[in-house]
């Protein structure tokens, strides 16, 4: 058995309780029946000791800020509005040095805005709530700044929007260490989709005249079922009950991607739990996932995962 991997979280006064209960929900409760060794959480502060969270919580960091340094994965939770536009100096130099050292860093939310002061989103791509983007781009005006996306992903530099983007990204860390089965386990348990893609815009535009009718959440849970046979977006529009025209635009409007798109990911995907969980050849693999060879399977695998399916099985076999 090996060791668990650390994740260290950044603890100021008065966090934001959610995004903060977050990574404690993913990466604080062990899973032995998922993955052993799974993750050990650890709290460091500048003092260590009690500090008070919103909403009348608080937080005990029993780790001195220098032990980030030594953890596996720096977290830096959001951060009341003082610490966002004047990141502590010594946690700024506390991020640099861990970035230095290789680590991987994961900023929720405005969490950003120490990684931007640190230097190191200069010329990489990130992103956080969409309503301190104005504010972020123009203070940062280096960093390579997306708005609408979930999360983003730049070596070991991670980034996301709030609140819920939260969830997504941390589900994101788990399907990288421990695979998509975990994770999709995780997220089951915790009784939330079990995938959005990081590139998912924030907000969807509501339709001009928005109808119960004409959702398509039916299409798509239907289409899941059936990512063996050929699939065509006539053929969700049809069972969204919209026309092709129609359906593609709300599509692009709820999910931010296009039907086709969504589908290969849908399959590349369902590619990754089998090669987890099952000893299926590769040929059976891209016969039950509707890619129809391997050749296509390995194509669009390595496109989204950027290695082969045979390398990600011998990662993630179990």
């Known amino acids: 058995m090996g060791s668990p991997h650390v994740v260290g979280i950044a603890v100021t006064g008065h966090l934001p309780v959610f995004e903060l209960a977050v990574p404690c929900e993913v990466f604080g409760i062990d899973r032995p029946d998922l993955a052993d060794p799974w993750y050990e959480l650890r709290f460091a502060a500048a003092e260590p000791g009690r500090h008070p969270a919103r909403s009348g919580l608080s937080v005990e960091a029993p780790h001195p800020l220098e032990s980030l340094v030594e953890a596996d994965t720096v ?27 290789g680590k991987r860093i994961v900023a ?12 190191l ?19 940062y005006p280096r960093v390579t700044f997306d708005p609408d996306v ?34 999709n386990e995780v997220a089951r348990r915790m009784v939330v989709p079990p995938h959005r893609d990081g590139g998912q815009s924030q907000f ?41 025209r129609t359906f593609a635009r709300r599509f692009r409007e709820h999910v931010g991607t296009s039907p ?28 039950r996932t509707g890619f129809g060879t391997p050749a296509n399977l390995r194509v ?15 990662v993630f076999h179990r």
């Open 75 to 101: 977290l830096l939770p959001a951060f009341p509005r003082a610490k966002q536009v004047e990141p502590p100096d010594e946690l700024v130099a506390v991020v640099r040095e861990a970035h230095a050292r």
């Open 108 to 119: 929720i939310c405005t969490g950003a805005y120490v990684l931007a002061a640190a230097g």
């Open 121 to 139: 989103l200069d010329g990489r791509r990130a992103t956080t709530h969409w309503m301190n983007a104005f504010d972020f781009a123009q203070r």
């Open 150 to 183: 979930l999360y983003t992903e730049d070596g070991n530099l991670f980034t996301s929007a709030g609140t819920g983007a939260a969830i997504d990204l941390c589900l994101h860390l788990v399907r990288l260490d421990h695979g998509a089965a975990v994770a």
């Open 204 to 244: 969807a535009t509501p339709p001009p005249r928005p109808r119960p009718a004409d959702t398509f959440g039916g299409a798509l849970d239907w289409a899941r079922q059936r990512l063996d046979q050929p699939l065509t977006v006539a053929d969700l529009a049809r069972e969204a009950r919209l026309s092709q």
């Open 260 to 287: 086709l798109q969504w589908l290969v990911g849908q399959r590349v995907r369902l590619a990754q739990e089998l090669l987890e969980t099952t000893d299926d050849s590769i040929e059976r693999i891209a016969h």
């Open 300 to 314: 669009h695998f390595a496109r989204q995962t950027s290695v082969t399916p045979t390398t990600y099985r011998q």
